[in-house]
């Protein structure tokens, strides 16, 4: 079956699921920021793609599945991270450790791509200082 | 002359600590989980407790793959500890299991010899001859054990398992359910976890582990020296 066509949608698709689990694990997880939402999925599409959403610059793409069910895993993992070890704050530091490791699954070298993306595309991205610090950090 | 056992389970040997620590817990805790899990994370890095019992250092490598680890057992996927031998693989997921469950006895050992059965069910087979697929006939491995009363299952060398036996976790992973086809009717897994850990480097005669399966694992590797990671690679 085909990936979703769009940002929107894909946003949409893993908002759904997520407020799901979160109902069937009867904890109160912290709220995901709908910029948050938005930067995982366009973060997915361009390493799946191998350009950015603008389609004007080429990256480097990844082989990892990094679909909407690992999008919905990752947030899933990081809300109860942040609800029980970070004052029910989530931020860039509890789900890129998840994003490492969706890529770390298919290869240990292939957290490589993310640097690489990090340094080239989100470096330059004046709103993603803070998952551009993060990763850095954690990579 | 008393006789002593030579390794007691964890939960045995620091129960004083988990005792102290079940008392003095007050924040709510998940379901089927004995502590908190700030708790399990007091029990694991230690630390001095409100009446002074003092918990020991369960580990002393990143606190935060300890913090990724206990989100993990609660996540939607099972908890995957990965690192070169002599990380404390095994050791961290003793603890943990102990501190969250309380009762660390639910084990498998992964071996190139292991059948399907050990992961998911047998049969006495003379109470199957006897009267046919029943409950009483039926042997459940440790997974099923874990399933049925929410706790924490630990399989340990994963790796050494035949790829094709490991396939039979696909199920109970991502479909959170084990069918026994012969009784129709399944067992579900209700925020079970399931501790896994595998060596990092692959050694002669160990095997793959499937995409499909690494599918419903989020793994953490545990501490160990940058160079030693680089060697490794």
Known sequence: MPLPATLEEEVQIVQNRVTEMERMLEIPLPEIKARQMEQLVTLFRELRDGKTLDGKQKIRSSKAHLSPAEAISILHHARIHSHYFNKNQLSADQILPGVINALRHIDEDEPAVLQEYNETILKKRSDWKDWYQALKELL | ?233
């Open chain 2, 1 to 233: 002359m008393a006789l002593e056992i030579i390794r007691p389970f964890a939960e045995e040997q620091y129960a004083n600590e988990i005792q102290a620590l079940i008392q003095q817990d007050h924040l709510p805790k998940p379901r089927n989980w004995k502590l908190s899990p700030a708790a399990v994370l007091v029990y694991m890095t230690g630390g001095k407790l409100a009446d002074g019992t003092v918990i020991s250092t369960k580990y002393y490598g990143s606190r935060r793959t300890l913090e990724l680890a206990i989100a993990t057992l609660l996540s939607d996927r099972a908890l995957l500890l990965t690192g070169i031998p002599g990380t404390a693989k095994t050791w961290v997921a003793e603890h943990l299991t102990a501190a969250v469950s309380g009762d660390s006895s639910l084990l498998i050992q992964g071996t190139t010899g292991i059948s399907e059965d050990q992961l998911r069910y047998g049969w006495n087979y003379a109470a199957l001859l006897a009267g046919g697929p029943s409950e009483q006939a039926l042997v459940p491995s440790p997974v099923m054990r874990a399933m049925e009363s929410g706790q924490i299952v630990r399989l340990e060398e994963l790796t050494r398992i035949p790829t094709e036996i490991q396939d039979a976790l696909i199920t109970v992973l991502s479909e959170k359910t084990l069918p026994i086809p012969e009784l129709n009717r399944r067992y579900m897994l209700y925020r079970v976890s399931i501790s896994l850990r595998r060596r990092m480097i692959r050694t002669k005669g160990s095997m793959r582990c499937r995409r499909r399966l690494k599918e419903g694992l989020i793994s953490w590797s545990c501490h160990c020296p940058l160079r030693w990671k680089k060697k490794y690679r």
